[in-house]
C-alpha cells in the first residue's frame, strides 16, 4: 500500500497572487500619493482588458501544444475591418459583428495551415503574422483611421465607457471573457479536448477526441477574442493606427507564462493568465511612478518571466 | 449466423513494411481470442485498425454483418460501436486527472456540453474501489494520472473499459508491466468479460496466460495469420509447440 499525494494543486495560484500583492505593496510603499488613489487603478483597468483578452485564448492555444505568432496582426486586421466599416457606413453593429469576423477567420485560416496543411503552429504563424500586416498597411496605406465620432455612441458606452464613471467598460468585458474562458476551459467537453489533445495528441485521438477540429477551434477562438480586444481599443482609442497590437506580443506570452501554464502543454490556468495580465499591467506604472526610468520595464518583464518559468519548473520536478 | 467481428484480407504496409497481409477471421459475441505471435508480428496493427487508429490499406471488416466504411471509422466511431481498447502505451493522458481520463472523450455534460463534475468524480471513484480495488490511501480522482505506479495505470485503463460495459474489450499486452498480484486481477476482469456475455481479444507474450482465459487461439506471423486453434483442440504443451515451430522457420540458419 503506497501513499498517493499531488504535490499542490493550487500552489502555483497561491504563490502567483502572493506575487501580485507583495508587488502592490512594493508599489504603495514606494509611491503612497499614487498608489492609495483610484484614478491608476482606473488606468490599469483600462489597458490591462486589451492584451487580457488575447491572452486567455493563447492560454488555451499553449494547453493545446500550439503557438499563434499571428496575433499582434490579427488584432490590427480586426481593428481595421470594424474601423474600415464604421467610417464608410456609420452602422456600429455591421461593423463589430463583420470586424469579429474577420478576426476569426484569419484564426482559422491558420488553424487550416498548421492543422490541414501541416506547417508547425510557430512557423506558419509567423508568416501569417508578416503577411496580414502586411495586407492591412497595403489597404490603409500606411495611415490611422480617424473614429473620433465614435466616443457619442451608445455602443462606446457599452464597450469603452466608465460604468458609475469610474470602472471602464472593457474591464467587465475582459472579467465576462475571463469567467466564460474558465467554464470553458475546466468544465466544458471543449476545454477538456484542448487539455488531451495538448497533453498527448495520440492519446486523445484514441480516446475519441476529435484533435484536429479542436485545434483549429483553438486558432479560430484566438482569431474572434483578438478581434474583439482590436475593436474595443479602437473603440477607446477613437481612432485605428497601423501598428496597434505590436507592443501585445511580449505582454500576452508574459501573462500566460508568469500565470503558470505549462510550457509543454496540457496544463494552464486561466486564474494564473489573469493575475499574470495584471501583473504585467502593472509593472510599468509601479516602475515609473517610484522614479525609475521607463528602461527598466523590459528589464523586469524579462526577469519576472524567466523566474516565473524557473519556478514552475522546479515545482512540476518535485511533483515527480 | 453472421459473426460479431468478421475480417476480409485486410492488409496494411508502412512504407516498405508489410505489417499485416491479407488478415482474415471471425470473433463470435462470447468469445475470448488469444492473439499470440512474436514481436513485430503485426497484433497491434491489427488492433488499431479496428479501434479506428487508421484504416487499412485494402480489405474489410464487419460489426454484426454491417461494414464499416473506413473513411468514416475513427476511435470515437468504434467507441460508439462497444468496441474498447487497452492499448500497449499510450492508453492514458499523464497529467490530466483520473476523472477526466476515465471519461475523455465521453463525457457526461448537460445540453450545452459541460460535464457533470461531480458526478463523473463519484463514478470514478467507484472504478478505483469497486472495480480495480486500488488500495492507495488519499485516493482522489483530481489526481493526475503521473502519480499512479505501471500497475495501477493499466488497472485504470482496464477497469474504464469494463465500466463502459463494451462488447468487445482488446487489450494488448496489457500484464506486461505488471506485478503477479496485478495479473491475477487482469486475468479475473477476463474471465469476468467471459461470464458477462461478452468478447475479448486478449494479446500476450505470455502462452500460460493465454491459454488460461481463452477460448481459441489465432498465431500472426510476419503480417499474416498461420493459425487458428480451439482450446479444446489442443493443449499448453501443444500450443507452445506449435509457436515454437512458427518462430524457428523464422531462422533458417538455426
Ligand atoms: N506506425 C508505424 N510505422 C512504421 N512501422 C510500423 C508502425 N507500426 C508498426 N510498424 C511495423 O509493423 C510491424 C508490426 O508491428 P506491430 O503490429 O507493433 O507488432 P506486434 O504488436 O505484433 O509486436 C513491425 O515491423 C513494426 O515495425
Ligand atoms: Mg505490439
Known amino acids: 500500500m503506497h501513499k498517493l499525494s499531488s504535490f499542490g494543486k493550487y500552489t502555483s495560484q497561491f504563490a502567483i497572487s502572493l506575487l501580485l500583492i507583495l508587488m502592490l505593496i512594493a508599489f504603495t510603499l514606494a509611491s503612497p500619493a499614487t498608489f492609495l488613489g483610484w484614478s491608476i487603478y482606473e488606468a490599469f483597468l483600462s489597458t490591462i482588458p486589451f492584451f487580457a483578452i488575447p491572452a486567455l485564448a493563447m492560454t488555451l492555444a499553449i494547453v493545446c501544444k500550439e503557438m499563434d505568432m499571428c496575433f499582434p496582426s490579427t488584432i490590427a486586421l480586426g481593428g481595421f475591418v470594424f474601423a474600415w466599416l464604421w467610417t464608410h457606413t456609420g452602422s456600429l453593429g455591421l461593423s463589430i459583428v463583420v470586424g469579429l469576423l474577420a478576426g476569426t477567420a484569419v484564426g482559422w485560416l491558420n488553424g487550416f495551415i498548421v492543422v490541414r496543411v501541416g506547417v508547425p503552429s510557430i512557423i506558419a504563424t509567423i508568416g501569417t503574422q508578416f503577411f496580414w500586416r502586411g495586407v492591412v498597411m497595403l489597404l490603409c496605406a500606411g495611415l490611422a483611421l480617424d473614429l473620433t465620432g465614435i466616443r457619442e455612441t451608445a455602443l462606446h458606452h457599452v464597450f469603452a465607457g466608465r460604468l458609475f464613471g469610474v470602472v471602464p467598460a472593457q474591464a467587465l468585458w475582459a472579467f465576462g471573457t475571463a469567467i466564460l474562458m474558465w467554464l470553458m476551459f475546466n468544465r466544458h467537453v471543449f476545454g477538456d479536448a484542448v487539455r488531451f489533445t495538448g497533453d498527448n495528441s495520440e492519446t486523445a485521438l484514441k480516446m475519441g477526441i476529435d484533435v484536429d477540429r479542436t485545434r483549429i477551434a483553438v486558432f479560430s477562438l484566438m482569431g474572434f477574442l483578438c478581434a474583439l480586444s482590436g475593436i474595443m481599443v479602437c473603440i477607446e482609442m477613437g481612432s485605428w493606427w497601423p501598428t496597434q497590437g505590436e507592443g501585445y506580443l511580449l505582454l500576452v506570452f508574459a501573462s500566460v507564462f508568469i500565470g503558470g501554464t505549462s510550457a509543454f502543454g496540457g496544463q494552464g490556468s486561466i486564474y494564473g493568465t489573469c493575475i499574470g495580465a495584471t501583473i504585467i499591467g502593472i509593472v510599468e506604472a509601479g516602475i515609473i511612478s517610484a522614479g525609475l526610468s521607463g528602461f527598466w520595464t523590459r528589464t523586469f518583464y524579462g526577469v519576472i518571466i524567466v523566474t516565473s518559468v524557473s519556478f514552475y519548473n522546479i515545482l512540476a520536478k518535485r511533483q515527480k | 449466423?453472421?459473426?460479431?467481428?468478421?475480417?476480409?484480407?485486410?492488409?496494411?504496409?508502412?512504407?516498405?513494411?508489410?505489417?499485416?497481409?491479407?488478415?482474415?477471421?471471425?470473433?463470435?459475441?462470447?468469445?475470448?481470442?488469444?492473439?499470440?505471435?512474436?514481436?513485430?508480428?503485426?497484433?497491434?496493427?491489427?488492433?488499431?485498425?479496428?479501434?479506428?487508429?487508421?484504416?487499412?490499406?485494402?480489405?474489410?471488416?464487419?460489426?454484426?454483418?454491417?461494414?464499416?466504411?473506413?473513411?468514416?471509422?475513427?476511435?470515437?466511431?468504434?467507441?460508439?460501436?462497444?468496441?474498447?481498447?487497452?492499448?500497449?502505451?499510450?492508453?492514458?493522458?499523464?497529467?490530466?486527472?483520473?476523472?477526466?481520463?476515465?471519461?475523455?472523450?465521453?463525457?457526461?455534460?448537460?445540453?450545452?456540453?459541460?460535464?457533470?463534475?461531480?458526478?463523473?468524480?463519484?463514478?470514478?471513484?467507484?472504478?478505483?474501489?469497486?472495480?480495480?480495488?486500488?488500495?492507495?490511501?488519499?485516493?482522489?480522482?483530481?489526481?493526475p494520472v503521473s502519480v499512479l505506479s505501471g500497475g495501477e495505470r493499466q488497472g485504470l485503463a482496464i477497469g474504464r473499459a469494463m465500466y463502459f460495459q463494451s462488447r468487445l474489450v482488446i487489450l494488448d499486452e496489457p500484464t506486461t508491466a505488471l506485478s503477479l498480484r496485478e495479473t491475477e486481477k487482469v486475468l479475473g476482469f477476463i474471465q469476468k468479460i467471459k461470464d458477462a456475455g461478452k468478447s475479448c481479444i486478449f494479446i500476450s507474450h505470455n502462452i500460460a496466460q493465454v491459454f488460461a482465459v481463452a477460448d481459441r487461439f489465432l498465431i500472426m506471423d510476419r503480417g499474416m495469420v498461420v493459425a487458428d486453434i480451439l482450446k479444446k483442440d489442443t493443449s499448453l504443451i501443444g500450443l507452445t509447440d506449435r509457436l515454437l515451430s512458427v518462430c524457428q522457420k523464422e531462422i533458417p540458419h538455426a
Not at chain 2, 457533470?116 to 463519484?122: G, H, M, Q, S, V
Open chain 2, 1 to 143: 449466423m453472421t459473426p460479431f467481428l468478421r475480417l476480409e484480407n485486410i492488409s496494411k504496409s508502412f512504407g516498405a513494411v508489410r505489417s499485416l497481409h491479407e488478415v482474415s477471421f471471425d470473433l463470435g459475441s462470447n468469445e475470448i481470442l488469444g492473439l499470440i505471435g512474436d514481436n513485430g508480428a503485426g497484433k497491434s496493427t491489427l488492433i488499431k485498425i479496428l479501434s479506428g487508429v487508421f484504416p487499412p490499406d485494402s480489405g474489410a471488416f464487419s460489426f454484426d454483418g454491417k461494414k464499416v466504411n473506413s473513411r468514416y471509422y475513427s476511435c470515437a466511431q468504434a467507441r460508439k460501436f462497444g468496441i474498447e481498447t487497452v492499448h500497449q502505451d499510450r492508453s492514458l493522458a499523464e497529467k490530466q486527472s483520473l476523472w477526466r481520463n476515465v471519461f475523455a472523450g465521453r463525457h457526461i455534460t448537460n445540453s450545452l456540453g459541460f460535464i457533470r463534475i461531480d458526478l463523473e468524480k463519484a463514478e470514478t471513484l467507484k472504478i478505483l474501489y469497486d472495480i480495480i480495488e486500488l488500495t492507495a490511501d488519499g485516493l482522489d480522482p483530481d489526481l
